[in-house]
């Protein structure tokens, strides 16, 4: 309450000072405020800050697209009337103490033609430069080394790294002292976002901005800093999804951020803290925001009598968590119930870096038959996990569940693993082996099908299993019907493979063929039968007969299917092995008795990374 009063006092005396008179200098804390005269012909001035930034490129972000826009740029109004900037934003290279004055009077419109743009109705938007910008330090200008981008919430006139983890918290629609942001207010405390700490002697704000704009730096791609080191500052280099997944990044890497100038400056002496020794968390996002695999939802047990059993009377029976890293590796797959993991999803994940949406279709289902994984999912709390490690080539799996044969289920989450995998590369960077300690999977790339991998599986030399794809591609699209090319499920191509290692052998496990979509340039995979005698032990079902997954993706103009990323499955179907059909088959019928299904949900990378804030 006593801040407010002050702000409000502060306001009164200004107005009362500059009655009738136009005013262009900053509030105390940077912000435009009810009280001020103001008429759009004044010039728009403010500061650009890390220390005090010059020769920064500032500009006032008419269009909202977070780039510099130059004339002639058109604008539609609210009302619906269309204006033209002919000389584009306001923009203005920032000078001595960081200050900057932009010429709106191109906001000012004809009388009849449309009211006038209100400068404080846009954001501030500032680029710091590699090799011109300079920051104005106590031992004299330093340039820049490398870009990164400032901006600031419409009408407020200091563009700082803290106003942009203001303005990124408002695109985002939280507030500070929110349930989502406690954590970051208590860390903050009495800082002020919106001021110039240089002027107002705050070490703690300074140490924090000075922080925030390395991480800023060392989030800007390669690519953009390259080409305004070559150039003023007016060319585009990122788009407005690309600067809001920075922003996303900021605000998600803020309190360790924080924590870490704050243990750079023990005795609370801000002023001593070298920001550039810092250890500051450094995964640059992936902008080009894919969409990843979120959750799997598993329905694989009768809500009565046996299985396999129609669509309709599977109960769910697991959900499987994915979390990412801000550059789209994964970190960790968590189920509440039980999961089967793979080795051979962990090989096609490891040989894409961990970054999922370089493997096309992500993550291929796995489910547990086992009964229990219901009473398990019933219960609360997560009951499994699998945690990768890329940089040490590992991968640990954790349970608290009775589902895994063999292995002892540990009390909580975060304990010693039950299994760990470890993986060594070849050298084109694919894994070359991976192994639990016990059974190792020898990946076989000679042909690969819409991401179909061979591999032998054994245990030391005794071979437990091995699938080889074999012969050539079977293509039959040219000799489709008009009609068939039309339908949503097709097999356009075919390729055959081998399923061997298991004793008995069971005779319809021969002739195989994986059923292929290719048609429009999709890499998909239909269907593929394997035998699993674990999985089928586990519900208490004969092992001779084998499974088959069938793989169902949204058709093209659906809401669920993403034109970048056409691969993506939105529902797998586990039925018995059957027999093969014909490439040209058109197999939108779907099989009605099953064994499981598995639901697929995505979201983009910015909406996952802005998620636990709202």
Sequence with gaps: MTRLLAFSLTALMLAAAGCNKESTELPVDGRDFDGVGYSTTAVYSGRVIDGYLREARVWLDVDGNGQYTPGPLTLALDSGINIVLEEGEPTAMSGAGGQFRLDISGLARDAGEAPDLDPRSFALFAVALPGRTLEETASGDRPVERAFLLSAPPGVRNVTPLTTLARHLGLMG??????????????????????????????RAHAYARAFARYLAGQFPDSANAVLAAGDGTETVLGASEIFLLGASLVRGAPDILRAVDEAAPSGRYDNVDVAEVVLPGVAPDLTNPVLLRRQRVSAVPDSGDLPTGSSHLAISAELVFDYQADGRL???????????????????????????????????????????????????ADERLVFDWSARRATFETTTSCQPGLAAGSELGGQPAVTWQWTLDGEGRVASITDGTRTLIPDYGRISAGFLGYRLQ??????????????????????????????????????????????????FTALQLDLDLRNGFDRLLGYSFLDPALA????????????????????????????????IGEALLAGHSADLSCGTDVSSLPSSLFGRVQFEYQTLSDYLIEPLQ
Excluded at 179 to 203: F, K, P, Q
Excluded at 540 to 566: E, I
């Design 537 to 568: 032990a586990s519900a208490g079902l004969p092992d001779s007969n084998g499974f088959r997954w069938h793989f169902v993706y949204p058709l093209p103009g659906s809401l669920q299917y993403v034109a970048a990323q056409p691969d993506l």
């Design 459 to 508: 245990a030391g030399e005794v071979l437990e299993e091995e699938v080889a794809v074999v012969g050539e591609l079977q293509d039959c699209e040219a000799t489709l019907a008009a009609e068939v090319m039309a339908a949503g499920r097709v097999i356009s191509a075919q390729q055959s493979y081998t399923f061997a290692g298991h004793d008995p052998q069971p005779a319809q």
């Design 174 to 203: 939280v507030a500070l002292g929110d349930d989502s942001t406690r954590e970051l207010a208590a860390l903050l405390g009495s800082i002020n976002l919106y001021g110039d700490y240089v002027v107002a002697g705050d070490h």
């Design 331 to 381: 970190i960790s797959i968590t189920a509440d119930g039980c999961m089967m993991p793979s080795m051979i999803e962990i090989v096609r994940l490891a040989n894409a870096d961990g970054r999922m949406a370089a493997t096309g279709t992500q993550w291929r289902p796995t489910l547990s038959l086992a009964p229990a994984s219901r009473t398990f999912f019933d219960q609360e709390g």
